[in-house]
């Protein structure tokens, strides 16, 4: 029953420094898709990745890139991180790219930039 | 860019009780999903509605979505303090294998004993 399974759960980074968070899931999935959750601001989409070999930018892409390895493993880098980055990052996946599929997402990555 | 409001943004209620939660747009939307999202975990999937006009009930929970595909409306009879937590509306974008959904900001559910 793992689902999408995310790493690390918590990081604290210092500006500057990079880091990848990975999500990896085992559903047989086409479509996977990073999210970051601020209070009072719901679910807002970074990246995503409507089918393996390809990947799109969302609603706020800006000092994110991603990489789609293969069908069940989608990682989220953060180059030269900020504290505006600070937030839970989410991962998710469906098993279409068309919206009218639910989306199952991970635990989330807690990530403090200091 | 399509936007979706939430409404109440805050809501406590006693035990028992009757709540609607609301979910609304300009736009139209091609399905309406509810996700219930709890401390420390990801949103999971409620339900998706994707006719205008559609009713759906998962036990004390009952789902609509607006005859013009712009709003919906969660409805949770006799609350419970399992129903606790961050409700979650989300519009599909289209039809396309590339289409997404956007979500609206949350509605914080507390039910006291």
């Known amino acids: 029953n793992a689902g999408v399974t995310q790493t690390p759960k918590f990081q604290v980074l210092k500006t500057g420094q990079s880091m990848t968070l990975q999500c990896a899931q085992d559903?047989?999935?086409?479509?996977m898709y990073w999210y970051r959750q601020d209070p009072g601001m719901g679910l807002r989409l970074i990246y995503y990745?409507?089918?393996?070999?390809?990947?799109d930018k969302g609603e706020v892409p800006n000092g994110y890139n991603v990489s789609r390895l293969n069908k069940r493993e989608f990682s989220l880098r953060l180059e030269s991180a900020a504290p505006s980055q600070t937030s839970v990052y989410f991962c998710?996946?469906?098993?279409?790219?068309?919206?009218?599929?639910?989306?199952?997402f991970g635990s989330g990555t807690r990530l403090t930039v200091v | 860019t399509q936007l979706l409001e939430q409404s109440p943004q805050f809501l406590s209620i006693q035990e028992g009780e009757n709540l609607t939660v609301y979910c609304n747009s300009s736009?139209?939307?091609?399905?309406l999903q509810w996700y219930r999202q709890e401390p420390g975990e990801g949103p999971v999937l409620l339900v998706t509605?994707?006719?205008?006009?559609e009713v759906k009930k998962l036990k004390r929970l009952t789902f609509q979505f607006g005859d013009a595909r712009k709003d919906s409306s969660l409805h949770i009879t006799a609350a419970q303090p399992g129903d606790t937590g961050l409700y979650l509306c989300?519009?599909?974008?289209?039809?396309?294998?590339?289409?997404?959904?956007?979500f609206g900001s949350g509605t914080r559910l507390s039910i006291r004993p």
């Open positions: 998710a996946s469906s098993e279409r790219g068309t919206a009218n599929y639910g989306y199952t």
């Open positions: 559903m047989n999935h086409n479509s």
């Open positions: 990745s409507a089918s393996e070999g390809t990947t």
């Open positions: 736009s139209v939307f091609s399905s």
């Open positions: 509605v994707v006719t205008g006009g």
């Open positions: 989300a519009g599909g974008e289209g039809y396309s294998s590339a289409s997404k959904i956007i």
